[in-house]
């Protein structure tokens, strides 16, 4: 009888807990998301380049190389609940960082208010990660992930809806006026768009100090991996995190489909305008990517692991991110940026799928090996930038050849998406072969 109790009090405390870490998913998507809504916004008050621009993606992903293993170091010594909480101080500091930011109207002291945040972001992913990965069985894992996942894109549609409402409102006028008026003018107008970050970044910055007081009273419970989890080959050969090549090939993996991620929410924005799409008409692009994604997690709630194995998702995931990158290339107009849209669709198990693939059977090396997958994150950093490289290098080629600026922005935006096809192609490898590959010497 009193099993029986336990078990119920201990399901009980796992539903709270995946409540909790559910809630903290939908903060770091709240403040992920906006950068689709802020790259357009730095460009035009900062003047800056399609390549300079994505370094707001660079500036909050970058973050998580420098800040993962740190992250991990600290989440062993203060435990899950502290250092979520110091998550949330850190991400408020971040936030209050725009204040100075918009005053002086300098683009490296906005890089560093998002890199800030992302710092704090670092602690709050390398904790909730493998603490709901493992907070139940692993061949669930991929839903209870996936139930983060619908947290994290709601939340993210909403920031990306709410930013785009408060920065590109009127961006269009404020352009057509840069060309026209005298510089002091100019300074005016830029001072005034600046300056509109300023009160909602205070209200982020309050409310995430707030939940990082509640944080540390909430019911988290301390969970560790099994014993009964950690294989024989684990606990009698392994003695280091480089003797798991499928822990190396998921590193790979995450770090491609998080640069691809990043493409499909944070360029729709810029590229519905280079098509020559208003700001007004643009601004919630971002939000049919993340309302795609958060479709395709509740189906996977649904159908994980009853009907759709972890394994089977990733590789439909992948195949869809191949024909949807080609749709891409193939079409123009508003059909293609319901392609980059529907990039959501291929992106959204991708995740939930990767981690347990990763994760499973790693035993005491599971924290390090989370580190390490949130890492990964800096895919995020560098592929975007290279997609804006590329829309720079080939818009400058076709201006040369005769091609008028903006047919010219507008051939360079889409044809640079090829750039998403290596990354989905890497993605079908690990989920056709490279998850199988526990040692270097013997597929497993």
């Known amino acids: 009888m009193s099993n029986v109790a336990e078990t119920v009090t201990n399901k ?14 939908f903060i ?15 460009k035009t008050i900062n003047e800056l380049t399609d390549a300079q ?17 740190p992250a991990s170091y600290i989440l062993d010594k203060i435990g899950y609940k502290k250092g979520m909480s110091l998550g949330l101080f850190v991400m408020a500091i971040g936030a209050l960082i725009f204040i100075p930011a918009a005053e002086a109207r300098t683009y490296w002291l906005f890089l560093t208010g998002i ?3 992302g710092m704090g972001m670092t602690l709050l992913q390398t904790a909730s990660n493998p603490y709901i990965t493992i907070l139940g069985p692993i061949d669930s894992a991929a839903k209870r992930i996936a139930i983060m996942g619908i947290a994290n894109k709601v939340a993210g549609a909403l920031g990306s809806i709410i930013f785009g409402a408060i920065l590109l409102s009127g961006i269009d006028e404020v352009k057509d006026k840069l060309a026209t ?20 970044y205070i209200v982020m910055a309050i409310v995430l100090a707030v939940l990082g007081v509640l944080i540390r009273k909430a019911p988290l419970p301390d969970i560790e991996v099994p014993e009964d989890d950690i294989t024989a080959d684990v606990k009698d ?18 770090f491609f489909y998080v640069g691809a991620e990043v493409i499909a929410g944070d360029t729709i924005i ?21 309302l795609a994604m958060v479709l395709t997690y509740a189906l996977g709630v649904v159908l994980i692991p009853k009907y759709l194995k972890q394994k089977t998702a990733l590789i439909i995931s992948a195949v869809l991110g191949i024909v949807f990158s080609c749709c891409i290339l193939m079409s123009s107009g508003l059909v293609s940026v319901l392609f980059v849209a529907a990039l959501g669709i291929s992106n959204a198990l991708v995740w939930p799928a990767v981690w347990p693939l990763t994760l499973e059977g790693l035993g005491k090396f599971t924290k390090t090996a989370s580190a390490l997958l949130v890492m990964a994150i800096s895919g995020g950093a560098i592929i975007p930038p290279l997609y804006g490289k590329l829309v720079d290098m080939n818009k400058a080629d076709l201006v040369l050849s005769g091609m008028a600026e903006s047919e010219a922005l507008s051939q360079a935006a889409t044809s640079s998406y090829w750039i998403l096809i290596p990354c989905y192609a890497f993605i079908l490898f690990f989920a056709l072969w490279g998850h199988k590959y526990k040692s270097w010497t013997k597929k497993s």
Request: hydrophobic share 55%.
């Open 28 to 42: 770091f998507g709240f403040v992920t998301w906006i950068n689709g809504a802020l790259i357009p916004f730095m």
């Open 237 to 254: 050969q392994k003695t280091s995190v480089f003797q798991f090549p499928h822990l190396w090939l998921g590193v790979i993996t995450l």
């Open 115 to 117: 890199f800030v945040q």
């Open 181 to 200: 008026v005298s510089l002091a003018e100019k300074d005016q107008l830029l001072n005034t768009m600046a300056d509109s970050v300023v009160t909602p």
């Open 53 to 69: 621009s994505y370094l707001v993606a660079s500036a909050s992903y970058i973050s998580f190389v420098v800040m993962a293993l």
């Open 270 to 290: 810029s590229y519905g305008i280079s098509l020559g799409f208003s700001s007004e008409e643009a601004k919630s692009f971002t939000a049919y990517t993340l």
């Open 12 to 25: 009980n405390s796992n539903k709270i807990a995946i409540a909790i870490i559910a809630a903290l998913f």
